[in-house]
């Protein structure tokens, strides 16, 4: 998934052979954007109402990506004011995607957590 | 003869309205009660009150506001008979309202006193100034009219994956439209009455279409006006042939809001117009095109273009697009 946005306008992709759950291909797509610069501080995301029409999914699937966001610190949600990106959102949205990255990688060289852990460790030393 | 014309429209009319407006209270004023009757009930009986000099700079500045704005349109060298036939009816409407809330107020001892005004009065009032919107219209003439829609641009396109699925959003606004908007509230609250329902009316019809939202995906493409995105439509996929990247000017394609765009050029398509610039012209088979103003126009048009030829869709080539 990948997402940008030019003053007012976004794009969201997702990869429709991803077997995690909608909400959380939802809020990856936005972490990847922001962690890229794509989306900046500030700026609004698509109402939900209007993400899930598009999508053909419950507002809740998506309500439920944006909450997931919102938890991790990334983005604000406002009644009637959408949904904003935070200043401090770049930082954690850039660690959590990598991170997410990282996972992926090591499962499909079949390298467990233990293997991956140590290796991180090694990296931080 | 134009010369005339041009003298007519830009100063005598103005400058008579906005004299008419100032200058009738101001003549009378020792005849006038302080605060006068501003504002009647349905019924005709005055029911709102405020000093005539208050009242009279708020019309006045309004009336000034709106030459302003003539003359600007002018200088940018767009006018149309439409903006000119709006500034009439609001210059013309507010001078009327002036005459008749002076004629009621005069020589009489306080402002409940006032005369009624009733409906035909304010109907009378709506008229005389729909004619002087008439007239503005016809002084504008037909060369003023720039010379018809762009040239469709090109029909961009996204890449999109194989298994890649995307959603699009986006949206224009227009801040002149807003301001608009305010504008004519302030007035209804100024003119007060049957008229000032007639103006909210307008000031609401405005008011949706000083935004638009556009969301692209694969069940079709959905617009939607106001900020708030609704009434909204959905055009399904498969009834769009592609999509294209186009320059809107809204003189050239009716005005602003909802249009059916006048001449052949685009085949009488239907126009969501909320501003000049960038806009997406989904071109249909049987049905007429859909243009709409839209930030990002070439992404949302990409990836309808995409969905289209993801759909087994074969576009034709473009660039050019013409019919």
Redesign the interface.
């Known amino acids: 998934m990948y997402c940008s946005s ?12 991803d077997a995690d759950p909608i909400y959380d291909q939802i809020a990856a797509s936005v972490r990847r954007s922001i962690a890229e610069g794509d989306l900046e501080v500030g700026d609004r995301l ?2 939900a109402r ?2 899930a ?4 999914v419950n507002v809740h699937t998506v309500l439920r990506g944006y909450a997931q966001l919102r938890d991790e610190g990334i983005i604000e949600m406002r009644r009637g004011r959408g949904s904003v990106v935070l200043a401090g959102g770049r930082s954690q949205a850039r660690l959590r995607s990598l991170a997410r990255e990282l996972c992926a990688e090591a499962r499909r060289q079949g390298i467990g957590i233990e293997e991956l852990a140590a290796l991180i460790d090694e990296e931080m030393s | 003869m134009t010369r005339v014309r041009s003298v007519l429209r830009l100063v005598v009319i103005p400058a008579g309205s906005l004299a008419v407006t100032v200058g009738v209270p101001l003549w009378f004023l020792g005849r006038l009660p302080d605060p006068m009757a501003r504002h009647w009930s349905a019924s005709g009986t005055p029911d709102g009150a405020s000093s005539p000099i208050l009242l009279t700079a708020l019309a006045g500045g309004v009336v000034l506001v709106v030459w302003v704005a003539l003359l600007l349109v002018e200088r940018r060298g767009t006018p149309s008979s439409a903006s000119s036939a709006v500034a009439f009816f609001l210059m013309s409407l507010l001078a009327v309202l002036q005459v008749v809330a002076v004629w009621a107020n005069l020589d009489v001892a306080e402002w409940p006193e006032a005369r009624a005004v009733g409906a035909p009065v304010a109907l009378g009032a709506a008229l005389v100034a729909v004619a002087f919107g008439g007239l503005g219209w016809v002084l504008t003439g037909s060369g003023a009219v720039p010379s018809g829609p762009a040239a469709a641009g090109p029909a961009p396109r996204m890449e ?2 194989a ?9 224009a606004e227009s801040r002149g439209l807003a301001v608009l908007a305010v504008l004519l509230v302030g007035v209804a609250v100024v003119v007060g009455g049957v008229v000032a329902a007639l103006v909210l009316v307008v000031a609401g019809l405005v008011v949706f279409f000083a935004a638009v ?1 556009v ?5 079709g493409v ?1 617009i939607g006006l106001g900020w708030w ?1 609704w009434p909204r439509r959905r055009i399904p996929l498969d009834e769009i042939m592609r999509a294209e990247v186009m320059d809107v000017e809204p003189l050239a394609m009716g005005g602003w809001g909802y249009r059916v765009v006048p001449g052949s050029m685009l085949r009488g398509a239907r126009a969501v117009v909320v501003r000049r610039g960038p806009g997406i012209r989904l071109v249909r088979g049987m049905r007429p095109d859909l243009v709409v103003t ?3 126009a070439a ?2 048009a990409g ?1 309808v273009n995409a969905l289209l030829e993801r759909d087994g869709r074969v576009l034709p080539p473009t660039p050019g697009g013409g019919d």
């Open positions: 030019i003053n007012g306008t976004m794009l969201l992709r997702f990869d429709r052979s698509p109402p209007e993400l029409r598009a999508l053909g | 999109l994956g298994g890649e699925d995307a959603v699009w959003f986006g949206m939202r969301g692209v995906s694969e069940h959905e995105g839209v930030d990002g992404q949302g990836l």
